[in-house]
Nanobody, 114 residues
């Protein structure tokens, strides 16, 4: 069964930066489009960034110009570099395949607050 382990979240002030990491096991990672999702309190989970096996990245309009996604196929990992963070970026962040597998990791909490 595929497993996801996310890390790197925390509390940061508006305008700050964080880098999230996710290690994936149990799936053909190298040939899979992977993504970062987030879920804010009371809201639906949404896809914020994805990257294909050919390293083509797409970002949601709300994070374009501030976030960047990358992957390391040798380490079965994807990262999300988040800059110029805003309070509305506060959420639990998850990684998964795009489209997603049914199971999810525990996620990593990102809180943007002064």
């Amino acid at each position: 069964q595929v497993q996801f382990v996310e890390s790197g979240g925390g509390l940061v002030q508006p305008g700050g930066s964080l880098r999230l990491s996710c290690v994936v096991s149990g799936s053909p990672f190298k040939f899979t489009t992977m993504g970062w999702f987030r879920q804010a309190p009371g809201k639906e989970r949404e896809l914020v960034a994805r990257i294909t096996s050919g390293l083509i990245a797409n970002l949601a309009d709300s994070v374009k110009g501030r976030f960047a996604i990358s992957r390391d196929n040798d380490k079965n990992s994807i990262d999300l570099q988040m800059n110029s963070l805003k309070p509305e970026d506060t959420a639990v962040y998850y990684c998964n395949r795009v489209p997603n597998y049914p199971n999810w990791g525990q996620g990593t909490q990102v809180t943007v607050s002064s």
